[in-house]
């Protein structure tokens, strides 16, 4: 079977059927080539070894795990890390993803209707401030309590859940620190007007 020579890719070099030295005449360099024994093997139809389990089938993207169910949609089976339900139906992550894109309004689709955690955000304002650098407490506190009120209902067309208890912890703890401020604020005023 001829290739290519490497250096001038234009002449055709007849390999031998053992390994050794070749010389192109265009570019007056050697090529030392070695035949692997798959390259000259004529090629024969296999069939892969099958997966036997004890009951049922295995789940297409972890083969090791027993399927637990099958996508409504496309018939993959799936195990329980694999499968999401809509409406009630079994669904692959897939499918999943494509009916979401479907269901949302046309204005979405183009801004991405991306998915936020405003929970974690909140939360996140309300406590690494705090441990990081305090005093600039007194603006992520309000922040937090205001991303908590604007993002109570969490994004209708959000696929990841939001968690209220995260939410309200994010609340008691910014309200901590604006009573926080606030004591501060009072015990620096009177002792100016004391003193």
């Known amino acids: 079977?001829?290739?290519?020579?490497?250096?001038?890719?234009?002449r055709a070099l007849e390999l031998p059927e053992e390994e050794g030295t070749l010389s192109c005449i265009c570019s007056n360099r050697s090529i030392h080539y070695r035949r692997f024994p798959a390259y000259s093997r004529e090629s024969k139809v296999m069939d892969a070894p099958r997966i036997e389990v004890e009951a049922g089938a295995t789940c297409l993207h972890h083969s090791d795990r027993k399927?637990?169910?099958?996508?409504?949609?496309?018939?993959?089976f799936m195990c329980s890390l694999c499968q999401t339900e809509h409406g009630g139906r079994p669904l692959c992550l897939?499918?999943?993803?494509?009916?979401?894109?479907?269901?949302?309004?046309?204005?979405?689709?183009?801004?991405g209707a991306q998915s936020y955690r405003y929970d974690n955000i909140a939360l996140g304002l309300a406590l690494i401030p705090l441990v990081i650098m305090w005093p600039i407490t007194c603006i992520t506190a309000p922040v937090a309590i205001f991303m908590v009120i604007r993002h109570w209902k969490g994004h209708p067309y959000s696929v990841i859940p939001h968690s209220r208890a995260r939410a309200i912890f994010a609340v008691l703890v910014a309200l901590c620190e604006i009573i926080g401020w606030i004591t501060l604020g009072l015990l620096l005023f009177t002792e100016s007007t004391n003193g």
């Open 67 to 76: 399927a637990e169910s099958i996508c409504d949609e496309c018939g993959m």
């Open 94 to 111: 897939n499918c999943f993803s494509t009916i979401h894109l479907k269901e949302l309004p046309a204005e979405k689709l183009g801004t």
């Open 1 to 10: 079977m001829p290739v290519t020579c490497p250096f001038c890719r234009k």
